[in-house]
């Protein structure tokens, strides 16, 4: 087995475990896992180009990134309303102190600084 193949078998086993955690809502462990899968992404791009790779391992890699990609769909079905909530909770806290300066400048008496 090559070793692109075996980065990816990698890949695949990290996103596998990242999907779990995604369903568990263990976001610190989601980015810790795919901290680990970007790694591994940074050493498959530095491997040579593989040419003539026999074609059962062509074949592997391409069931591995389709799993690999699945995998990501269904995270990302359980993160983005995530961070959604998320950013609406930023954005009411940046309107609410928008709202708490404006108040300030209003009421403080004249010649001094909100």
């Known amino acids: 087995m090559s070793r692109q193949v075996e980065i990816y078998e990698e890949m695949s086993r ?19 896992l795919e901290s680990g899968v970007a790694r591994l992404r940074d050493a498959l791009m530095t491997l ?17 990134i389709e799993r690999i990609l699945d995998d990501d769909a269904e995270i990302r079905r359980h993160t983005e309303p995530w961070m959604e909530h998320v950013r609406h909770l930023l954005g009411d806290n940046r309107r609410l102190r928008e709202m708490q300066r404006a108040y300030a400048a209003a009421t403080s008496p004249p010649g001094e600084a909100a």
Not at 14 to 32: H, P
């Open 14 to 32: 990290i996103s596998s475990v990242m999907v779990e955690a995604a369903r568990a809502g263990d976001w610190l462990r989601l980015i810790e």
């Open 48 to 64: 040579p180009a593989e040419t003539g790779a026999p074609v059962a391992d062509l074949d592997r890699r391409r069931r591995l």
